[in-house]
């Protein structure tokens, strides 16, 4: 298996540009995750979904940030307008629900620059 | 007060020794605890994963909590130099969500 599969791996943009993450998760896989990395926050959860449905967006901090799940095979996390706040790496994990465990699966990251 | 607390270090160790991380925690919900580890550049992977109170061993590694105390600890024998990566503590109440310790930096030197 692939693994979780996040595209950027690098962004760098000016503050106000529109930034769209993508994630595809592990097939077979019905809840999905983004989270959000800080050296002075640690790791967040931002939004999650599950059978596509989103059910806690809680930790999306603004509402220039939004997430979309269009099936399960696809995520994405957009921020409009970007701030150079909004620096910091992107996880996208998913985890099997149904007879699974409670291993979320992370994916590499993309490593997020506003200036 | 954040929900989970952890030393950020750096904790340096030589080779082969014991090690000890630690978390602290407030919300007595919290029933799922786990232990991620992250290497540079890539994604926490799960490490250890215990429910409730209770020891729980596999091959080097010890994660131990204390629910009375509200602690969680992971504990690595005959440290080595590929066990450097930052550990990040985790736990859950009955939801999908976890929350993070902001992770203890770890490097073994040879």
């Known amino acids: 298996d692939a693994g979780v599969i996040q595209s950027p791996r690098h962004e760098v943009t000016e503050m106000g540009q529109e930034v769209t993450l993508r994630c595809k998760p592990i097939s077979g896989h019905n809840s999905l995750f983004w989270y959000r990395q800080t050296m002075m926050r640690g790791l967040e959860l931002l939004i999650y979904?599950?059978?596509?449905?989103?059910?806690?967006d809680s930790g999306m901090p603004e509402d220039r940030f939004s997430a979309k799940m269009p099936n399960a095979s696809f995520s994405t996390l957009k921020i409009q307008p970007s701030e150079p706040r909004d620096s910091a790496v992107y996880f996208c994990?998913?985890?099997?629900?149904?007879?699974?465990?409670?291993?979320?699966?992370f994916g590499p990251g993309t490593r997020l620059t506003v200036l | 007060q954040k929900e989970v607390e952890q030393d950020p270090g750096p904790l340096s160790v030589p080779e082969g020794a014991i090690v000890s991380l630690n978390c602290t925690y407030s919300?007595?919900?919290?029933?799922?605890f786990m232990w991620y580890r992250q290497y540079s550049r890539k994604g926490p992977e799960l490490l250890m994963y215990?429910?409730?109170?209770g020891n729980k061993e596999d091959g080097r590694f010890t994660a131990q909590v204390d629910k009375s105390s509200k602690y969680i600890s992971l504990f690595i024998r005959d440290s080595q130099p590929s066990d450097s990566a930052t550990y990040l503590c985790a736990m859950r109440y009955n939801t999908d969500k976890l929350i993070f310790g902001t992770g203890t930096r770890l490097q073994v030197f040879p």
């Open positions: 979904f599950n059978n596509n449905v989103p059910i806690d």
């Open positions: 215990t429910y409730s109170s």
């Open positions: 994990a998913s985890r099997r629900t149904r007879g699974g465990t409670d291993t979320q699966y």
């Open positions: 919300n007595s919900a919290f029933q799922y």
